[in-house]
């Protein structure tokens, strides 16, 4: 069936049911009949299904009785936005240029640890995927797969592709170092320096599970071979509440790479960071999994970006789960959005294609609203357009 609604052909033909690790339903016909809040549900229903409940749990749960985790994704069921009229265009540039690389849509990958808990390829697929939607992946210091073969699987489908390296500085500047030294060696475009954990969150569903190492065969694998460890042997990833503005200095003056600043909820940290000399700020609570009584990401968002006031781009991550998220943090001032749980569901329910599937429903509602919006290009959505919602729910989410 096809029916000439708008310039869209409108056809029942698709992708049937995906199967648990298949297929993913990605063609055009897919798009008129679901959204990205319905996919990223779906997937996070499949990924619930295949891992071990323990993993799951550990991907999904946040900090403390999780009032954070669930006023990230609420908070911006409470922002609306106003669309401008007549003034859009036929074709919109989603594209965002930022130290470390060029996003062909805003939303990138946050940093998110075990890939290989989720599947067996683990950070290699999701490279992959994140590369083929040429945006950026933020690979984790946590990595189950060894940065240099994350840059490689990525540099396998874009040779250009953008990897980011995110690490926590060390209270060792030597292992910290050495950490920076194999990110450049690995071929990262950029480095960011998660600042929220001087001490881990404590996760009630890890603990009532006994979740506490990885299974025989998994391990943080850049971790291996540093200062302090016996050949071969892991060191752990230390979180430390002595780690100050000073570490920031030193590995600022180690690399001539761009370094973002991670996990920034305070606007006068958001001007330190500046002032030490980051290149961009991501405003970020760790996706609710390290401080339970601090604000949802989207509503710290706005102060820190005026404390900013443009010297440097900022990113939120935090309970983004649909193009209009998207919309909105950027209409508040963010450069782009990351999202961090909904890569893991992808990649769970349908390994590399699942993670494609995410960034590509989530670009593909983006690039709608915009149209919808009057939007050209990113910075037609500005913050006159975001307003209070008083009344309506959301039919996935309530
Ligand atoms: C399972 C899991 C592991 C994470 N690991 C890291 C990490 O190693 N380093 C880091 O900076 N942030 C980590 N994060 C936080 C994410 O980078 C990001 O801030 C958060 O997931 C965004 O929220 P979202 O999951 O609602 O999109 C992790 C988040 C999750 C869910
Ligand atoms: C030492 C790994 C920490 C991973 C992390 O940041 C998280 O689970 O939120």
């Known amino acids: 069936m096809s029916a000439g609604l708008a310039g869209h052909r409108v056809t029942t033909a698709g992708a049937g049911p995906a199967d648990r690790r298949g297929t993913t339903g990605t063609g055009p016909a897919d798009r008129h009949r679901t959204t990205a809040g319905a996919v990223l549900a779906e997937l996070r229903e499949r990924a619930r299904a295949v891992l ?23 908070a911006f069921r409470r922002l609306a936005l106003l669309p401008r009229v007549l003034r859009g265009a036929p074709t919109r540039d989603l594209s965002v240029d930022l130290p470390g ?28 995927a994140v590369a083929a939607a040429r945006t ?85 694998e850049n971790m291996r071979d540093l200062p302090g460890a016996a050949p071969g042997a892991l060191r752990d990833i230390a979180m430390s ?70 010297r440097v781009p900022v990113v939120l991550d935090g309970g983004v789960r649909c193009g209009g998220d998207v919309a909105v943090a950027l209409a508040l001032g963010a450069a782009a959005v990351g999202v961090g749980r909904p890569v893991l569901w992808g990649l769970a329910a349908a390994g590399e294609a699942g993670v494609a599937r995410v960034l590509d429903v989530l670009r593909d509602e983006v690039d709608h609203l915009l149209a919808l919006c009057g939007g050209r290009d990113l910075a037609d959505l500005t913050r006159d357009q975001v307003v209070a919602r008083s009344a309506g729910v959301c039919a996935r989410c309530g």
């Open 101 to 128: 690389g060029r996003l062909a849509a805003p939303v990138l990958v946050a940093p998110t640890a075990f890939h290989r808990l989720a599947h067996p390829e683990g950070e290699s697929a999701t490279a992959r």
């Open 136 to 220: 950026v992946l933020v690979s984790g210091v946590a990595s189950t797969v060894a940065i240099a073969d994350v840059v490689a699987a990525a540099r396998s489908v874009d040779p250009d592709a953008a990897v980011w390296f995110q690490l926590y500085p060390q209270p060792d500047d030597e292992v910290t170092a050495c950490l920076v030294r194999r990110a450049e060696r690995a071929g990262c475009t950029a480095l960011v320096v998660t600042a929220d954990s001087p001490v881990l969150g404590r996760h009630r569903r890890d603990a009532e599970h006994g979740f506490h190492d990885l299974p025989a065969g998994l391990a943080a």
């Open 241 to 310: 509440p002595a780690v100050s503005w000073a570490h920031l200095d030193r590995l600022r003056a180690s690399t001539s790479l761009p370094l973002w600043l991670k996990g920034v909820l305070h606007p006068r940290d958001a001007v330190l960071a500046v002032e030490h000399g980051v290149s961009g700020v991501v405003v970020s609570n760790h996706g609710g999994r390290q401080c339970d009584v601090v604000p949802a990401a989207v509503e710290a968002l706005p102060a820190v970006v005026d404390a900013v006031a443009g």
């Open 52 to 74: 071990d409940p323990a993993h799951y749990d550990y991907f999904a749960g946040g900090v403390g009785d999780e009032v954070v985790l669930g006023g990230n994704e609420a």
